[in-house]
């Protein structure tokens, strides 16, 4: 079965420091979505690309987050400084739309905890 | 402002019985409506769309309405199974028009009990 990756799995750091997440999404999807959950806010959409390109990052604190997709196999999410409110589980997926409205297909998520 | 409301409490149905879980919407002209399943530890898995000039999708034991005048969607489960016990989340578009991103209720812990 294809399936989205994600790495690291858990991630145990500092404030201050820098955190790097990474997603494989599935070969031949066009379209990732980053979502962060916590247990106050549930799943919120924190930007997306279609075709490499950045359509939507306007649920990221621009200041501190940043998203990328340097190849059409790779997707990362940096967060920099971190901060205690920063942790949550961060959620990858992939889908393959022209129209919109596609399925997504998760990752197991990054669950972030910042001391 | 847009809100996406789901009922926050568990909702125990014994096994055998029909599960019926609502998700509502004000300020929204949303094009499509998903429902996803989530176990514990594990990212959301897609189970339906429907899309606002339907009324009703089908698929084996679940069934999804979208009254877009009732700002509303029932998600059905029949003939429920302990297997079936997990959170339930509705998610919209999250700008209208049909566009990718997902605005997602907060789910529906389901508990079907033996």
């Known amino acids: 079965d294809a399936r989205v990756t994600q790495t690291p799995r858990h991630k145990v750091t500092e404030m201050g420091q820098e955190v790097t997440m990474r997603c494989q999404p599935i070969?031949?999807?066009?379209?990732v979505f980053w979502y962060r959950q916590t247990m106050m806010q549930g799943l919120e959409l924190l930007a997306y690309?279609?075709?490499?390109?950045?359509?939507?990052d306007s649920g990221m604190p621009k200041d501190r987050f940043s998203a990328e997709m340097p190849d059409a196999t790779l997707a990362t999410l940096k967060i920099q400084p971190s901060e205690p409110r920063d942790s949550a589980v961060y959620f990858c997926a992939s889908g393959s739309s022209s129209a919109g409205g596609a399925k997504q297909f998760f990752g197991p998520g990054t669950r972030l905890t910042v001391l | 402002s847009q809100k996406i409301e789901q009922n926050s409490e568990a909702l125990n149905i014994q096994e055998g019985k029909t599960a019926t879980l609502t998700c509502n919407y004000t300020n929204y002209s949303p094009a499509y409506l998903q429902w996803y399943r989530q176990d514990p530890g594990r990212g959301p898995v897609f189970l339906l769309l429907?899309?606002?000039?339907?009324k009703e999708k089908r698929k084996e034991r679940l069934k999804v309405t979208f009254d877009t005048t009732l700002k509303q969607s029932l998600f059905h489960i029949t003939a429920s199974q302990p297997a079936d016990s997990a959170t339930y989340l509705c998610?919209?578009?999250?700008?209208?028009?049909?566009?990718?991103?997902?605005?997602f209720g907060k789910g529906t812990h389901l508990i079907i009990q033996p």
């Open positions: 070969l031949g999807h066009n379209t």
């Open positions: 690309f279609r075709n490499r390109a950045p359509l939507d």
């Open positions: 998610a919209l578009d999250r700008r209208g028009g049909g566009a990718d991103g997902l605005t």
């Open positions: 429907i899309r606002e000039n339907e």
